[in-house]
């Protein structure tokens, strides 16, 4: 029998999981003002880079780990865990844009224009900022159902440029290893949701 979980314990569940996700950043946070980091900017670039990528790849096995376990109450912690994508995102554009650019938008543009790593990044986040935008149940029923299922279809571009970002920045230091691992988990798991919508995928609940 697929496990159930009581709203009291869904509950509980969302406040560990929204604590959990801060963890990363408060990490990050300590190392750098306890002076622990040899190269603090590149360290938390980097991190808040790794965890926009690990936190997509989770938000896009809610889905299909829901479909496979009949664990239906999971749907209810996707906003959530595509919020925290959106937020790490965005505390990844603004480390380049501070400890890159010093906030100087011109700068940024030309460095986003120049690197074709940074312009796929940017895209992938830009493409981010309608979900977060429309996440909530108010912009969802403002929109319609289907207008809004559509519009969340853009996941389906943000997570390969996602990987694509990765691949090319580690491809000029041959370190392909990870970008290849999340292409092919990333992949999977936008296939298997494809399939789920064309009717095929195993469906268990
Ligand atoms: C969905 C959006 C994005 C994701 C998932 C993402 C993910 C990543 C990942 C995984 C890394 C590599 C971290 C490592 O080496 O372990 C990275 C590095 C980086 N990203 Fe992003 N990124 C995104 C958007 C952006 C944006 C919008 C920018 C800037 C406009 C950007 C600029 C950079 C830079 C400068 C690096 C570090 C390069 C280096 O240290 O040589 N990224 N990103």
Same mark, same amino acid.
């Given at each position: 029998?697929?496990?159930?979980? !009581?709203?009291?314990?869904?509950?509980?569940?969302?406040?560990?999981?929204?604590? /959990?996700?801060?963890? &990363?950043?408060? #990490?990050?946070?300590?190392?750098?003002?306890?002076?622990?980091?040899?190269?603090?900017?590149?360290?938390?670039?980097?991190?808040?880079?790794?965890?926009?990528?690990?936190?997509? !790849?989770?938000?896009?096995?809610?889905?299909?780990?829901?479909?496979?376990?009949?664990?239906?109450?999971?749907?209810?912690?996707?906003?959530?865990?595509?919020?925290?994508?959106?937020?790490?995102?965005?505390?990844?554009? =603004?480390?380049? /844009?501070? *400890?890159?650019? *010093?906030?100087?938008?011109?700068?940024?543009?030309?460095?986003?224009?120049? #690197?074709?790593?940074?312009?796929?990044?940017?895209?992938?986040?830009?493409?981010?900022? &309608?979900?977060? %935008?429309?996440?909530?149940?108010?912009?969802? @029923?403002?929109?319609?159902?289907?207008?809004?299922? @559509?519009?969340?279809? =853009?996941?389906? %571009?943000?997570?390969?440029?996602?990987?694509?970002?990765?691949?090319?920045?580690? $491809?000029?230091?041959?370190?392909?290893?990870? &970008?290849?691992? *999340?292409?092919?988990?990333?992949?999977?798991?936008?296939?298997? #949701?494809?399939?789920?919508? =064309?009717?095929?995928? &195993?469906?268990? $609940?």
């Amino acid at each position: 029998m697929a496990l159930q979980l !009581t709203a009291r314990q869904l509950g509980w569940l969302k406040g560990v999981l929204f604590v /959990l996700a801060l963890l &990363p950043l408060a #990490r990050m946070v300590v190392l750098t003002v306890t002076g622990q980091l040899v190269e603090p900017l590149e360290f938390i670039t980097r991190g808040t880079g790794d965890w926009t990528l690990y936190l997509l !790849t989770i938000t896009l096995a809610i889905t299909p780990v829901r479909r496979l376990t009949g664990w239906n109450w999971l749907i209810k912690l996707r906003r959530m865990a595509g919020l925290y994508v959106f937020f790490y995102g965005l505390l990844h554009f =603004l480390t380049f /844009l501070w *400890f890159d650019h *010093f906030f100087d938008v011109q700068e940024m543009w030309k460095d986003v224009l120049k #690197r074709p790593f940074i312009t796929v990044g940017f895209i992938a986040f830009v493409l981010l900022i &309608p979900l977060a %935008v429309t996440s909530t149940n108010g912009m969802m @029923r403002r929109l319609g159902g289907k207008a809004w299922q @559509r519009l969340h279809q =853009l996941i389906y %571009v943000i997570a390969p440029l996602a990987v694509l970002h990765f691949w090319w920045m580690k $491809a000029g230091k041959h370190l392909l290893g990870q &970008p290849i691992l *999340f292409g092919v988990i990333l992949g999977g798991l936008l296939l298997f #949701r494809l399939k789920g919508k =064309l009717g095929k995928a &195993p469906r268990l $609940a």
